[in-house]
């Protein structure tokens, strides 16, 4: 079973840019969330798509954000980049329902650099 | 808020060296407390899933446990391929459903 793939895996922005990312779930998988990964703040969720739905968001500002197609795939779009945002973002891959219930799986991640 | 904590922050060992890492975490109503391993560059490797106090399970030199407060991870007579950061990970029942992680567990595994 293919797992979760991340496209692209390596962007060089600069400041005030916008970046899409792209990310496709383990087939069947209807749940796909969104991590930011540095090393100060560690793995903080973004939001997570259920069926085409946000189903949930994190405390991150409205610059940061996404979609899901019918298929699954998810895009996670940052405008006007800052600094800051320079990152591991990290695409998760969830069942949903009964046990073993939204266990998530890791894409490889896009490191996102901001100049 | 849902916290989780693990110590310590790195861990170096010989190899066949046992230890243990631990999780301790504070959430409204435990849905699940899950273990990943993260190399370099990667992204996080599932490892296990705990679901109830008590509850244990078993992957090659890897086991972990579950109490009510805590959830340790034991490393029985590690291999350098086993030097990774190790990530503890909860999920509420209420809320967001998402998962809450610690910062991680640094373990280097020498020969």
């Known amino acids: 079973k293919a797992g979760v793939t991340q496209t692209p895996r390596y962007l060089i922005k600069t400041r005030g840019q916008q970046v899409t990312l792209s990310c496709s779930p383990i087939?069947?998988?209807?749940?796909v969330s969104w991590y930011q990964q540095t090393p100060g703040q560690g793995l903080q969720f973004l939001f997570e798509y259920f069926s085409e739905t946000q189903r949930n968001k994190g405390n991150f500002p409205g610059r940061f954000s996404g979609r899901q197609f019918s298929n699954s795939r998810s895009e996670m779009n940052v405008s006007t980049l800052e600094l800051g945002d320079s990152a591991l973002y990290l695409c998760a891959s969830g069942t949903s329902g009964v046990r073993p219930y939204n266990e998530q799986f890791f894409g490889p991640g896009t490191r996102l650099t901001v100049l | 808020e849902d916290q989780v904590t693990q110590s310590p922050e790195a861990l170096r060992l010989q190899e066949g060296e046992s230890s243990s890492l631990n999780c301790s975490y504070t959430v409204s109503g435990l849905r699940g407390l899950f273990w990943y391993r993260q190399d370099p560059g990667k992204g996080p490797e599932f490892l296990f899933t705990?679901?109830?106090a008590g509850e244990e399970k078993e992957k090659e030199r890897l086991k972990a446990t579950l109490t009510k407060k805590e959830s340790f991870l034991h490393i029985t007579a590690p291999k350098p391929e086993d030097s990774a950061t190790y990530l503890c990970a909860v999920q509420a029942w209420t809320g967001r459903r998402a998962l809450t992680f610690g910062s991680g567990t640094r373990l280097q595994v020498q020969p």
């Open positions: 087939s069947g998988h209807r749940s």
């Open positions: 705990l679901y109830s």
